[in-house]
């Protein structure tokens, strides 16, 4: 497949990743080479990765513990604490290798550790390939609000090797398949129409299906790279889903959801205020409804868990002024963004959603 050129880095795919990314070893003259890898990649992924490097750079580990809950300055602490010990200057290059948590968390030590170094991301997990290695967003929670922390640093290059995908559960590829329905219903119709029915799918194509997000999301980013206008519409779904998932997160007598899981959520309540804001037509939303919950499980919602989620929204990083902002979608393939969404109307949306 073609590399697509982002604003300043390449996205390379597959054997094309790897020949790029040893060229570009042999072309800096890097002090030293760091991976930072989660306990998942290391075990995983890491052993696929390092016989493909071609380097006489001494190479050093940082594996820190998986899951959402170790996205946060705490980690980062460690791993600066660590880069410092091992010798890590301004001419070390970092590799982030494993799924969202890894590259968000691993490019904002990057970018931060002696006022930044080169990275470069090898997603390991599909979310990460389609939406979280790209657009040069980095960061970390605070707490339990998502991404907080951050700042907006591209990488030098990132690779989009699919072989990872085999080390997956089932429960990972849905994930990252929320963010690929997203790019359709905000971006490309005929693209969201190819998963309405998934066993129709020829999953040996799945490379293709992939790829195409990746241009969708690099064709928004592209535009508007710091989220003043047309990126916004990629937090479609992310308002009440971030909220839910920071909910799920911090709530010992919930399980926790993947990013995926809530953002699905959130894309079935945020088409429904589309719909009540007469956006999109009813069958639009009957059938966004029943394709999200055909390939995701139901989420149980008590009456006492709604406020807390809606306290929630106070914090959400794309408020303005005090408003809580929603990108809507209007038609199938279309975005509107900068909507101003009252309580009740989430609680409708929340209500229907049960039923």
């Not at 604003?7 to 094309?16: L, M, Q, S, T, W």
């Not at 699919?162 to 990972?172: K, V, W």
């Not at 939303?285 to 809606?310: A, G, Q, R």
């Given at each position: 497949?073609?590399?697509?050129?982002?604003?300043?880095?390449?996205?390379?795919?597959?054997?094309?990743?790897?020949?790029?990314?040893?060229?570009?070893?042999?072309?800096?003259?890097?002090?030293?080479?760091?991976?930072?890898?989660?306990?998942?990649t290391?075990e995983?992924?890491?052993?696929?990765?390092?016989?493909?490097?071609?380097?006489?750079?001494?190479?050093?580990?940082?594996?820190?513990?998986?899951?959402?809950?170790?996205?946060?300055?705490?980690?980062?602490?460690?791993?600066?604490?660590?880069?410092?010990?091992?010798?890590?200057?301004?001419?070390?290059?970092?590799?982030?290798?494993?799924?969202?948590?890894?590259?968000?968390?691993?490019?904002?030590?990057?970018?931060?550790?002696?006022?930044?170094?080169?990275?470069?991301?090898?997603?390991?997990?599909?979310?990460?390939?389609?939406?979280?290695?790209?657009g040069?967003?980095?960061?970390?929670?605070?707490?339990?609000?998502?991404?907080?922390?951050?700042?907006?640093?591209?990488p030098?290059?990132?690779?989009?090797?699919?072989?990872?995908?085999?080390?997956?559960?089932?429960?990972?590829?849905?994930?990252?398949l929320?963010?690929?329905?997203?790019?359709?219903?905000?971006?490309?119709?005929?693209?969201?129409?190819?998963?309405?029915?998934?066993k129709?799918?020829?999953?040996?194509?799945?490379?293709?299906?992939?790829?195409?997000?990746?241009?969708?999301?690099?064709?928004?980013?592209?535009?508007?790279?710091?989220?003043?206008?047309?990126?916004?519409?990629?937090?479609?779904?992310?308002?009440?889903?971030?909220?839910?998932?920071?909910?799920?997160?911090?709530?010992?007598?919930?399980?926790?959801?993947?990013?995926?899981?809530?953002?699905?959520?959130?894309?079935?309540?945020?088409?429904?205020?589309?719909?009540?804001?007469?956006?999109?037509?009813?069958?639009?939303?009957?059938?966004?409804?029943?394709?999200?919950?055909?390939?995701?499980?139901?989420?149980?919602?008590?009456?006492?868990?709604?406020?807390?989620?809606?306290?929630?929204?106070?914090?959400?990083?794309?408020?303005?002024?005090?408003?809580?902002?929603?990108?809507?979608?209007?038609?199938?393939?279309?975005?509107?963004?900068?909507?101003?969404?009252?309580n009740?109307?989430?609680?409708?949306?929340?209500?229907?959603?049960?039923?």
């Amino acid at each position: 497949m073609q590399s697509i050129q982002a604003d300043n880095y390449p996205i390379h795919f597959n054997e094309k990743g790897y020949e790029a990314l040893n060229l570009h070893l042999k072309g800096n003259k890097y002090s030293n080479l760091f991976i930072i890898v989660d306990s998942n990649t290391n075990e995983f992924c890491l052993p696929k990765f390092l016989p493909l490097i071609e380097t006489d750079l001494t190479i050093e580990i940082i594996e820190f513990e998986n899951g959402e809950e170790n996205k946060n300055i705490e980690t980062c602490v460690q791993i600066w604490n660590v880069l410092t010990e091992l010798g890590a200057d301004r001419k070390t290059l970092i590799i982030n290798l494993g799924g969202g948590v890894v590259t968000d968390l691993g490019g904002f030590v990057s970018s931060t550790f002696k006022r930044g170094l080169d990275f470069i991301h090898v997603p390991t997990t599909l979310l990460s390939m389609v939406d979280a290695s790209v657009g040069g967003k980095n960061g970390v929670d605070l707490g339990n609000l998502k991404n907080q922390i951050g700042v907006i640093n591209t990488p030098n290059m990132v690779i989009i090797d699919t072989q990872y995908l085999e080390t997956l559960p089932q429960n990972e590829m849905r994930s990252g398949l929320a963010e690929m329905l997203k790019h359709g219903l905000i971006y490309d119709k005929a693209y969201w129409e190819q998963f309405l029915d998934l066993k129709a799918i020829d999953f040996a194509d799945f490379d293709e299906l992939i790829y195409r997000s990746v241009a969708i999301k690099n064709e928004i980013v592209s535009q508007d790279p710091t989220e003043k206008n047309i990126r916004k519409s990629l937090n479609f779904g992310h308002t009440l889903g971030h909220a839910i998932e920071s909910y799920f997160l911090e709530n010992e007598n919930k399980i926790t959801l993947l990013h995926g899981e809530a953002i699905a959520v959130g894309m079935i309540l945020e088409s429904y205020i589309s719909m009540d804001k007469k956006l999109i037509s009813n069958e639009e939303y009957k059938l966004i409804k029943t394709t999200i919950k055909s390939i995701f499980d139901n989420v149980t919602f008590f009456e006492n868990d709604i406020e807390p989620i809606l306290e929630l929204l106070i914090h959400d990083k794309k408020n303005e002024y005090g408003t809580i902002q929603f990108a809507l979608i209007e038609g199938i393939g279309k975005i509107k963004i900068n909507q101003s969404v009252e309580n009740e109307l989430i609680l409708r949306a929340f209500n229907d959603y049960k039923s």
